[in-house]
């Protein structure tokens, strides 16, 4: 659709308001840009999610100024791998800069309150606002703003920039040419809500011995978990996820959760009687699985760009370290002179996620293709839980929090094989 005379305009239009297009629009609206930030759904309202936050995403809230010390947040000391017979606790990694906790908040308050942070800093959020095309430049083919629809009537909104905030099945990247990948990962997750007697618990608890339900005769291992993540007042959060390469994984998830909640103990409560929802899921097509994440006046951010943790299937980090990109980048092309100036400085952003994410992302995904070989998860799983400092070095690897500056032979090895290995 070609740009017509738009009834309301910004310096950037951000379209969704969860962690990507919020942290986005309140860097953005912090720099003194005139942001509009346009979200489909109301507030509250629900994500599918384990609602679990690593410190890489509790580092950029603090810096974002968000107070997590409230009502709500859950606190975390780390994580509990269980299989194979076996439970270690690990502690999340001491690094400098980082805080030494993870946090868990229901996505229906936790994205809210990125939004209102986001208006806070000066952003206009239009909730009840759905996207359904972008507004091209007839002569450069650039966007110039978009189309949506709010109370059954079109609305349209002119900027100079739009960033593509909009999810896993992102419209606007679609509209603009930018389809999924097929050689990335690809992961599948459902989650359920339990209320029981157990209140809480220090640790994020992850459960590796997941059995494909539908194989015939010894059951074959699958590369993902299980886990239980505890929401406050008894609350849990309790779903599974598997990831494979190349294919989205051919498996009933909501099989999968049923018969793996059947081996929890039975004191855990995890059954029908103490469920409060029903079973939703979710696609996780990770890896950077769009590019590139800039075109022609649109960027990508969080889960339209694909960056989702490949080996965890943890996209809330990404998507607020994106989003915080994503702004920099802005705010400096905008600055420029000139449009060649311009779009020179926005076509650098690509590179600056390729840089942040892109080794990572690919060593994720040579990973998870070798362990898609049930026999090797079973090995991988069972010697790695016998041996703390193997299990240690696997779970800084699982979420990403590898000190290049640490003193640890096993942080020093690992951070020479992701500066070795090439982005996707």
Request: net charge positive; with cysteine; charged share 25%.
């Amino acid at each position: 659709m070609s740009s017509t005379q738009a009834e309301e305009t910004a310096d950037v239009i951000v379209v969704g308001a969860g962690p990507a297009g919020s942290t986005t629009a309140f860097y953005l609206a912090q720099a003194g840009l005139d942001v509009l930030l346009l979200e489909k759904a109301r507030f509250p309202r629900d994500k599918i999610c384990g609602d679990g936050l690593t410190p890489r995403a509790v580092k950029e809230l603090l810096t974002m100024g968000v107070d997590v010390r409230g009502s709500g947040w859950v606190r975390s000391r780390g994580l509990r791998a269980c299989g194979a017979g076996l439970r270690v606790e690990m502690d999340w990694p001491d690094i400098t800069g980082y805080p030494g906790f993870g946090l868990v908040r229901t996505r229906q308050d936790f994205d809210h309150l990125l939004a209102a942070r986001a208006q806070a800093a000066g952003a206009r959020l239009h909730e009840g606002t759905n996207v359904t095309d972008i507004l091209l430049d007839e002569r450069t083919g650039h966007a110039r703003g978009v189309v949506a629809r709010r109370d059954g009537v079109e609305h349209r909104y002119g900027a100079r920039l739009v960033v593509a905030a909009d999810g896993a099945s992102s419209r606007v990247a679609v509209r603009m040419g930018l389809q999924q990948r097929k050689d990335r990962t690809m992961g599948v997750a459902v989650r359920r809500y339990y209320a029981t007697d157990r209140t809480s618990d220090d640790y994020l608890e992850c459960w590796l011995d997941l059995q494909d339900p539908a194989s015939s005769g010894r059951r074959s291992m699958l590369y993902g978990y299980g886990w239980l993540f505890p929401v406050g007042n008894g609350m849990w959060n309790v779903g599974v996820g598997t990831v494979s390469v190349h294919r989205r994984p051919d498996i009933d998830h909501r099989a999968l959760l049923r018969d793996w909640t059947a081996r929890l103990p039975e004191e855990r409560q995890i059954d029908e009687d103490h469920a409060t929802t029903a079973v939703r899921g979710h696609a996780l097509p990770g890896g950077m699985s769009r590019t590139p994440q800039y075109t022609r006046g649109v960027l990508l951010a969080g889960d339209a760009a694909g960056l989702i943790n490949p080996l965890s299937g943890e996209g809330i980090d990404y998507a607020m370290e994106s989003g915080r990109f994503s702004a920099e980048v802005i705010v400096q092309a905008l600055a420029r002179s000139t449009a060649s100036q311009c779009e020179r400085a926005l076509n650098a952003y690509p590179q600056l996620l390729k840089d942040a994410f892109g080794g990572y992302f690919t060593l994720g995904r040579l990973v998870v293709q070798a362990l898609g070989n049930p026999h090797l998860m079973k090995f991988v799983t069972a010697h790695s839980l016998r041996r703390p400092a193997v299990a240690r070095m696997m779970f800084k690897l699982w979420c990403n929090l590898i000190d290049p500056r640490s003193n640890d032979a096993a942080d020093r090895v690992m951070s020479a094989v992701l500066k070795a290995t090439p982005a996707p």
